[in-house]
């Protein structure tokens, strides 16, 4: 039940030709964030609910990696048409966004995030009985497509929530679930795997019993975040209260119709894209990194089952390396917290989203030493398995310390149009994690280890200076656009 007692203001306007006079609902974000909602630190509770939500379908998109050599021999299918089980989930987190991002932005977060774990839930388990390779592809990329919800959504609905001064912990929390989920999700599926009496239906039936729990608790306790979305619903009652059927607020004054909801806001996240390039260079920076994640589905087993002999459920040990890293990069994000509170009053509460940017800076050198160093250490199975595993440590910290202030700045920079942005980076960077994994095995089985990692490498050396750059001019560059406008 909505419970806010937010601080309102009325005005009054006269509406085409019947010149009728109206009373609209004002808020102001706020007012919104010191109603009894965030008083009572509900918004723990929600990001909770966000967070673990998050991890369910990230978790979900690498669990069926350890089935693709059963599929193969399941169905008869090469390498690379098995590995469309990963390739095409991670695709439905491209496509989802643009549906989403836009659809919140009219309707609030709770409706989206709740209709899209419902359908995580019921494509998860439609996948687990699937008769067929086509049907197993078909119901994979549905589950990813509703699946994004979470990822789209968690974004815009912590900048709902908090102010400039308190997003930054929650937000490194987030992207700590987003990486979290497709690390653990390779041992997990690889003991499934081994164990003949569960077997890799089972990668499908689990996020399917986990989607089902966190659709109950979102359902009953995830609150409205979105403040015109708010104001309506106060409006609503102070109609049902005061009988005055002219109180509104200005949400329900936009009228929507196929076209409109297509122009303005299902191509938003991709106009931006073209039109803007602080949002496009922090895609790209999102995107190679968000790549390289599920690329590692293909080079760790290349690494520690191929060039080891380790059995799939200890061959995906060594990504827990990553998630230290990732830990580790967490906690030197949150770590810059105190001094971006300093920045933001000594520039008088106005908060510069280039705050969010300097650690990625050493994150991205880490990242790119950490690559040379899994391709250098892993390419001899005479190396000990924890030279390689230790790389992990670099590429996690790089993980997060990458993605996060492209997040974060993205968030920061948007304003009102941070569901979209953050639609747009979703896309993106899921359509990176999608490609990697196809071109992966030709890469890895023609360059070899050391060489498909130096390729790599030289890579993110490139995008060291994007973090840099934006610091230094990404203000100049945004007084230009129309971003945050």
Not at 270 to 276: N, T
Not at 316 to 330: D, E, N
Not at 423 to 437: E, I, K, Q, Y
């Amino acid at each position: 039940m909505w419970t806010s007692t937010a601080p309102m203001t009325l005005s009054t306007h006269s509406t085409g030709r019947k010149r009728r006079s109206m009373c609209a609902v004002h808020g102001s974000p706020n007012s919104i964030r010191k109603t009894n909602l965030w008083l009572h630190n509900l918004r723990v509770y929600i990001c909770a609910i966000l967070g673990i939500s998050t991890m369910i379908v990230a978790f979900a998109s690498s669990i069926f990696a350890p089935a693709i050599p059963v599929v193969m021999l399941l169905y008869g299918v090469s390498k690379e048409v098995a590995t469309l089980g990963v390739s095409l989930y991670v695709f439905g987190f491209a496509a989802g966004p643009l549906v989403f991002g836009p659809f919140s932005e009219l309707k609030g977060r709770y409706i989206p995030l709740v209709l899209s774990m419902f359908g995580f839930t019921i494509f998860s388990f439609a996948t687990a009985v699937s008769k067929d390779v086509q049907s197993l592809f078909i119901l994979r990329f549905f589950t990813g497509f509703f699946g994004s919800g979470p990822l789209t959504l968690a974004g815009p609905a912590f900048a709902d929530m908090f102010s400039p001064q308190q997003r930054g912990v929650p937000i490194v929390m987030f992207c700590l679930m987003v990486f979290i989920g497709p690390l653990a999700g390779p041992f997990t599926g690889g003991f499934i795997i081994m164990n003949h009496s569960l077997g890799w239906r089972w990668t499908a039936y689990i996020p399917g019993i986990l989607g089902a729990a966190a659709l109950v608790v979102m359902t009953l306790f995830l609150e409205e975040t979105f403040q015109p979305v708010i104001l309506t619903r106060k409006a609503e009652h102070l109609r049902r209260e005061t009988g005055d059927w002219s109180l509104h607020s200005e949400q329900e004054e936009i009228h929507l119709d196929l076209r409109s909801i297509i122009r303005d806001n299902l191509s938003l996240p991709l106009k931006m894209l073209v039109k803007e390039p602080i949002v496009l260079c922090m895609c790209i920076f999102g995107a190679f990194v968000y790549g390289l994640l599920y690329l590692f589905l293909t080079a760790y087993p290349y690494v520690f089952q191929i060039k080891r002999g380790m059995n799939p459920g200890v061959g995906g040990l060594p990504y827990i390396g990553v998630i230290i890293g990732t830990l580790f990069g967490a906690a030197a994000t949150a770590a810059t917290q105190p001094w971006v509170l300093r920045k933001l009053k000594q520039n008088n509460g106005e908060m510069m989203p280039e705050w969010r940017l300097p650690v990625a800076i050493p994150g991205a050198v880490l990242f790119t030493g950490g690559l040379f160093w899994l391709g250098w250490s892993g390419y001899k199975g005479n190396i000990h398995w924890i030279v390689p595993t230790a790389s992990g440590l670099f590429t996690g910290f790089g993980l997060l310390t990458m993605f996060l202030p492209s997040l974060a700045y993205l968030v920061e920079a948007s304003g009102d149009k941070s569901a979209s942005a953050i639609a747009a980076h979703t896309f993106l960077r899921s359509a990176a994690g999608g490609a990697f994994p196809l071109f992966a095995t030709q890469m890895f089985d023609g360059l070899g280890v050391e060489w498909a990692c130096t390729l790599l490498g030289c890579v993110g050396a490139l995008l060291i200076p994007i973090p840099l750059l934006l610091y230094i001019f990404g203000a100049r560059i945004r007084a230009r656009s129309g971003l945050s406008a």
